[in-house]
């Protein structure tokens, strides 16, 4: 822990995914964090000690963070006496495929409105079109009480956690961009960071330090480049899951299996082997809104992007994949019992936002199909947010599988991993799966199982051939 002598104040406004994240982090660190959001009802359970959200580690963290942490919905509470102001609410996206960044000027306004008049720096952590920090600098000026003209330092530090591993990605990150033409801003920021580019904090004993792993690399820019650079990673993030997709869908004809083929080519320090997981495509409140956006920003500019287009239109067909992979072993779908397994757009978290899932459950329901859904977590929040979805919620993997006349695996849930699926597949009423997500690794003495990027019927071992 730092000495507290180095300790901040620190305000975050907008307490989702990142703001949680950040806030119970930098108390962790040894900061003072106030967060605050317009949600009263979020507000009103952390207060609680309760997270609105669930992340492995988040709730002992919090613990471990002490009476350093406090939450509030009032800007006039929070950010008076922060040295450290963070932007971290919202930019969903607009139909046109740009982000929205009316909560990122409500959230500029209002700090503005309650700035002391003496050095406070003002993060923007949000993922924010590129000029969107000049944008906020001008308008702390001109709703500031003073108008003190480049008093208000504004920095750009996008945030590169993942969700499901928030915690180990915000304690051991690969990098930490801070953009800002003011060296004011930055050195204050990297004061901030200390403890972390330092690696002089105590690491929790349940989010450990990776075997190997020394600091973050520090990476200073212009504000511009840092805007960039968020949006440039989850693009190419993005289009390297695509790649992986495309060259699956040639592996099938081909009868070659995509997972060799990536450990293959993997191992190629210049191509890596991460991210490269074939499956039903990328989903999550991110890849794509931030590949539209950018795709948005080009188009503003005239300038095409077509090596981007082609990604998320291959993330497009491949959630249309899945279906027509069904469609292939079960000719008519109207009135039949299909399990889907997994519903979170990826494990380990709650989150359903862009979730393959829902466009899975969508189609099949269209399609005619009696759904029978489960998640080990997010099913509570998928009776709110996914109302309009037709699907029965199951109690159990188990329990959804039986009586099916087909399973569709679409999250790599561990719980997935671990079942017993000869025992499973023996009570369904036809012994299909289709795992999107090479759950299934050894091979069954009963049913078919279908993978993508691996020639049908995949692991499939008849019982007569058993
Ligand atoms: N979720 C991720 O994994 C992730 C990772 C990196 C970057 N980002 C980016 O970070 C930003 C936040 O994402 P998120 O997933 O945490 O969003 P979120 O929707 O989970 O949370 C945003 C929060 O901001 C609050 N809010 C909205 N307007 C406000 C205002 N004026 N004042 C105070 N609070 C306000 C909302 O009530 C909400 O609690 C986005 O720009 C996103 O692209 C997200
Ligand atoms: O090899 C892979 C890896 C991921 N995915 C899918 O890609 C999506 C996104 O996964 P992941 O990137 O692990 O989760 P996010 O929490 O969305 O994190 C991404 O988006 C965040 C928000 O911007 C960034 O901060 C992170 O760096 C970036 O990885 C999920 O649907 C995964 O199932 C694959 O299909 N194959």
């Keep these: 822990m730092m000495q507290d002598t180095r300790a901040l104040q620190v305000a975050v406004v907008g307490t989702g995914y990142v703001g949680l994240g950040t806030a119970i982090m930098l108390a962790y660190l040894g900061h003072h964090v ?10 009103a359970m952390l207060r609680r000690g309760q997270l609105p959200i669930y992340e492995p580690h988040l709730d002992q963290l919090m613990l471990d963070s002490g009476d350093r942490l406090r939450w509030t919905t009032s800007y006039a509470e929070a950010i008076p006496d922060a040295d450290v102001i963070f932007i971290c609410v919202g930019t969903p996206p607009l139909p046109s495929g740009q982000p929205n960044l009316s909560y990122v000027a409500d959230a500029a306004q209002s700090i503005a409105g309650h700035l002391n008049g003496k050095l406070q720096v003002v993060v923007n952590k949000s993922t924010v079109p590129i000029g969107t920090g000049d944008w906020v600098a001008r308008m702390l000026e001109e709703h500031a009480p003073d108008y003190h003209e480049g008093r208000y330092l504004v920095v750009s530090n996008p945030e590169f956690l993942r969700e499901g591993t928030a915690m180990h990605d915000s304690l051991y990150p690969d990098r ?12 204050q920021l990297v004061r901030l960071y200390e403890p972390l580019l330092d690696q002089s904090f105590e690491a929790p004993g349940y989010v450990p330090r990776p075997a190997g792993y020394t600091r973050p690399e520090l990476v200073t820019t212009s504000l511009s480049s840092a805007e960039m650079i968020k949006y440039a990673a989850n693009a190419f993030l993005a289009l390297k899951i695509s790649f992986a997709n495309e060259i699956a869908g040639l592996c099938e004809w081909v009868d070659a299996d995509i997972a060799e083929v990536t450990r293959g080519i993997g191992h190629d320090q210049r ?10 495509g990328w989903g999550g409140s991110c890849f794509g809104k931030d590949t539209s ?13 077509p090596i981007l287009a082609a990604a998320v239109e291959i993330n497009r067909r491949q959630r249309q994949l899945v279906i027509t992979k069904l469609q292939q072993h079960l000719h008519r779908l109207k009135g039949k019992r299909v399990a889907v397994l997994g519903m979170a757009f990826k494990p380990n978290t709650d989150d359903l936002r862009d ?22 977590i997010a099913m509570p929040r998928a009776r709110e947010e996914w109302r309009h979805l037709r699907y029965h919620e199951a109690a159990s993997a188990e329990a959804a599988l039986h009586g099916a006349d087909a399973a569709i695996i ?8 671990q079942l017993d699926w000869a025992g499973a597949l023996r009570r369904m009423r036809n012994p299909l799966v289709i795992d999107t997500r090479r759950v299934i690794t050894a091979a069954l003495p009963v049913g078919t199982v279908e993978q993508i990027g691996k020639r049908a019927p995949g692991v499939l071992v008849h019982e007569a051939s058993a």
């Design 176 to 187: 930490i961009v801070l953009g800002s033409d003011s060296p004011v801003g930055i050195a």
């Design 410 to 417: 679409m999250t790599e849930w561990n719980e997935y991993r």
């Design 293 to 305: 956006a950018l795709i948005s920003i080009g188009r503003e500019y005239g300038y095409d992007m």
């Design 355 to 376: 979730s393959p899932a829902h466009d899975c459950i969508a189609r099949l329901g269209e399609l005619g199909v009696q759904v029978v859904a489960h998640d080990p």
């Design 271 to 280: 191509i890596g082997p991460r991210f490269l997981e074939a499956g039903a």
């Design 34 to 43: 106030v967060g605050l959001d317009v949600d009263e009802n979020k507000v």
